[in-house]
Structures are given as structure tokens and as C-alpha cells.
């Protein structure tokens, strides 16, 4: 069972819980997350102490003097940084006592994390709706944009949760490409198979790296069907059906079938760190959600109102398919 905050979320966003060693070398609380915490100003730091701003797990405030081994745990408030605007809007597609579906832009992360606080879903949903038990079912990458649901309450949260464990939410995804070297749109195919294909293979996050690792030797764990929406002279356009939700799978997948999606600075080449180019967005959407609710037993399905900038300039025929 999630241990719980002693601590309300403020602005939006939650405390932060920190474990900390029963032992080591550090003759206090204060000492250890000094030296955890290097890249911050060790005084302020303390102060933070002295002022109360951190506490343990019944909202008791610890000094800087608090020894090692007393408390496991501490929580605190993130200093929030000093954050870029993301000038694009989240849009609520649907609310109701128990979901929120929401379009998400790109460049918009779903919750908060490193530089960015306030310029977050999640944060700002929070904020807008004056409800901080709001929280995402499920997550997409900063850089993908379209369909994200969030719980509204902890009482029924658990029911959503599980359609994504058990994979009974179908999600449908939308990519464009660069033309694969050697297209032939009279016979169109990816890595040698026609469509629609299925493509599978092992994914792992390895600690400390920002891409996933693909291991072939292993029994594959992340598998796509892949439909053809259209093409042109320039782009590929493509409806992702995935059966697995592994980290950039989507990414992984194409960019190993030769069509990587377009502006990706991860897959298939790990490109320089840049600043957002908003012009350059990538060229993923999350574009549809059905299941059956659990606690109604009715039919749901929500599509995204977002398209891809780069798709085809002669269109591509989209499902009929209407939100619920």
C-alpha cells in the first residue's frame, strides 16, 4: 500500500518523499541531504529545516540536528524551479464525477518532474479543477501528444488502474514518418512485410540511460500492429494498435521497421540535447481509448480532436468514431 503524504499537495503538486539510510556516515538527517543534494546551497538547505519544511511521516517537523537512523522516511516540498513557459493548452474532452479525459499538447509532460512543475497535466488539471486527488491512469511522453485520462477520486481509482494492468483498454496511435528508403507505394511494406504487420521484440529500460535497450536474444515483451493510413511523395502515415505499453515502444518499433518517427531526437539516433523546437513537434498521437467501464459495464471510447501537422497533404481517412 502507497504510503500517504502527511503533507497537502500545494499549487498543484505533492510532496516529495525521500528514504533515508538507518546508517552511514552522516551523523544527521540534515548532514545526509546535504551531501545528497550537492548541486543546492547547504545553508539554504538547513534553513529549510528551521523553518519547518520538513517533516516526517505524521507531519512533525525534523530540526537539522534530527540524527541518522530515527526516521525512514521525510518529506518535502520541491523548490520549484524556474520554469519555461509551454504555450500550449491542455483541453478537458470529457469530465464526470470519476474521469477526466483530456487532449494533452506536445511538449507537455504528464506530471511533474525535473525542470518542469507548473508546466505539467497533471499540475495544471489540478489547478483548473480545484481538485488535488486528481491523478493519471496512465502516462504519455512529454513529446507525444493526444488522449490522457486522469482518476478524479482515490475511491474508484483502483477500477480504472486495472484496465491497464489487464490490458483491457484498446489505445490507437497515429504516426508520421520520413518515405522508408526504397518505398514502393504500389506494394507498400515495412522492413519486407506488408501491411498490416505485427512487430515484437524485448524492451528494457536500463538504469541511467534516456533510451530503451532492445535485447533480441530475449522472448519478445512489446508487440504493434501496425495499419497503413496513407502516404505521399514525403511522408508515411501510420495507426499504431498497441498490445503492450513499454516504454517508447511505439518509437522503437518503427524506427527498427526503417520508418522512425519523424522529429524523434531518441530512435533511431540519439541526437544533441536542444531546446523545444514548438515548430518540430513529434509526430506521435495518441488518437483513441475504448474499454468497457468497470463500474458501469457501458462501452466508452474517446478519440482525440489533435492531428499530425506533418500527415500526408492529401489526407488520410480517419475510423468514425465518436467520444462517449
Same mark, same amino acid.
Given at each position: 500500500?502507497a504510503m500517504r503524504s502527511?503533507?497537502p499537495?500545494?499549487?498543484g #503538486?505533492?510532496?516529495t !518523499?525521500?528514504?533515508?539510510?538507518? $546508517?552511514?556516515?552522516?551523523?544527521t538527517v540534515?548532514?545526509?541531504m546535504?551531501?545528497?543534494?550537492f548541486?543546492?546551497?547547504? $545553508?539554504r538547505?538547513?534553513?529549510r529545516?528551521?523553518?519547518g519544511?520538513i517533516v516526517?511521516?505524521?507531519?512533525?517537523?525534523l530540526?537539522?540536528?534530527?540524527p541518522?537512523?530515527?526516521?525512514?522516511?521525510v518529506?518535502?516540498y520541491?523548490e520549484?524551479p524556474?520554469?519555461?513557459?509551454i504555450?500550449?493548452e491542455?483541453e478537458?474532452l470529457?469530465?464526470?464525477?470519476?474521469? #477526466?479525459?483530456?487532449?494533452?499538447?506536445?511538449?507537455l509532460p504528464?506530471?511533474?518532474?525535473g525542470?518542469?512543475l507548473?508546466?505539467?497535466?497533471?499540475?495544471?488539471?489540478?489547478?483548473a479543477?480545484?481538485?488535488p486527488?486528481?491523478?493519471?491512469? &496512465?502516462r504519455l511522453?512529454?513529446?507525444?501528444?493526444?488522449?490522457?485520462m486522469f482518476?478524479?477520486?482515490p #475511491?474508484t @481509482?483502483?477500477a480504472?488502474?486495472?484496465?491497464f494492468e489487464r490490458?483491457e483498454v +484498446?489505445?490507437v496511435y497515429?504516426?508520421v514518418s520520413?518515405?522508408p528508403?526504397?518505398?514502393?507505394?504500389?506494394?507498400p511494406?515495412?522492413?519486407?512485410?506488408?501491411?498490416?504487420?505485427? &512487430?515484437?521484440n524485448?524492451?528494457e529500460?536500463?538504469?541511467?540511460?534516456v533510451?530503451?535497450h532492445?535485447?533480441p536474444? @530475449?522472448?519478445?515483451n512489446? $508487440?504493434?500492429?501496425?495499419e497503413?493510413l496513407?502516404?505521399?511523395?514525403?511522408?508515411?502515415h501510420?495507426?499504431l494498435?498497441p498490445h503492450?505499453?513499454?516504454? &517508447?515502444?511505439?518509437?522503437?518499433?518503427? +524506427?527498427?521497421l526503417g520508418a522512425?518517427?519523424l &522529429?524523434?531526437?531518441?530512435?533511431?539516433?540519439l541526437?544533441p540535447?536542444?531546446?523545444?523546437?514548438?515548430?518540430?513537434p513529434?509526430?506521435?498521437?495518441? !488518437?483513441?481509448l !475504448?474499454?468497457t467501464?468497470?463500474?458501469?459495464?457501458?462501452p466508452?471510447?474517446?478519440?482525440t480532436r489533435?492531428t499530425l501537422q506533418d500527415?500526408p497533404?492529401s489526407?488520410?481517412?480517419r475510423s468514425? #468514431?465518436s467520444g462517449a
Open positions: 500500500m502527511p503533507l499537495v500545494r499549487d #503538486v505533492g510532496a !518523499r525521500l528514504r533515508v539510510p538507518a $546508517e552511514g556516515p552522516w551523523p540534515g548532514a545526509y546535504v551531501e545528497r543534494f548541486h543546492l546551497d547547504p $545553508e538547505l538547513l534553513g529545516f528551521d523553518r519544511e516526517t511521516f505524521d507531519g512533525t517537523p530540526s537539522r540536528d534530527t541518522l537512523g530515527v526516521h525512514d522516511f518529506w518535502y520541491r520549484p524556474v520554469e519555461k513557459e504555450p500550449f491542455v478537458i470529457h469530465q464526470d464525477a470519476d474521469l #477526466v479525459v483530456v487532449d494533452k499538447p506536445h511538449f504528464t506530471t511533474p518532474g525542470k518542469y507548473q508546466n505539467s497535466a497533471l499540475v495544471r488539471l489540478r489547478n479543477l480545484d481538485n486527488d486528481l491523478t493519471p491512469i &496512465h511522453d512529454r513529446a507525444t501528444a493526444g488522449l490522457l482518476s478524479t477520486r #475511491v @481509482r483502483g480504472y488502474q486495472l484496465l490490458r +484498446a489505445k497515429e504516426a520520413l518515405l528508403e526504397g518505398w514502393d507505394p504500389s506494394s511494406a515495412l522492413g519486407g512485410r506488408p501491411f498490416p504487420l505485427v &512487430h515484437r524485448h524492451i529500460k536500463l538504469r541511467g540511460n533510451r530503451v532492445v535485447d536474444t @530475449r522472448e519478445p512489446a $508487440e504493434t500492429l501496425i497503413l496513407g502516404s505521399d511523395d514525403r511522408v508515411l501510420t495507426l494498435r503492450t505499453g513499454r516504454m &517508447h515502444q511505439l518509437r522503437v518499433h518503427l +524506427a527498427e522512425g518517427i &522529429h524523434d531526437g531518441f530512435y533511431p539516433d541526437l540535447e536542444a531546446p523545444d523546437d514548438i515548430a518540430r513529434l509526430q506521435l498521437l495518441a !488518437r483513441e !475504448r474499454f467501464d468497470p463500474l458501469t459495464g457501458a466508452r471510447a474517446f478519440v489533435r500527415a497533404r489526407g488520410s481517412a468514425g #468514431v
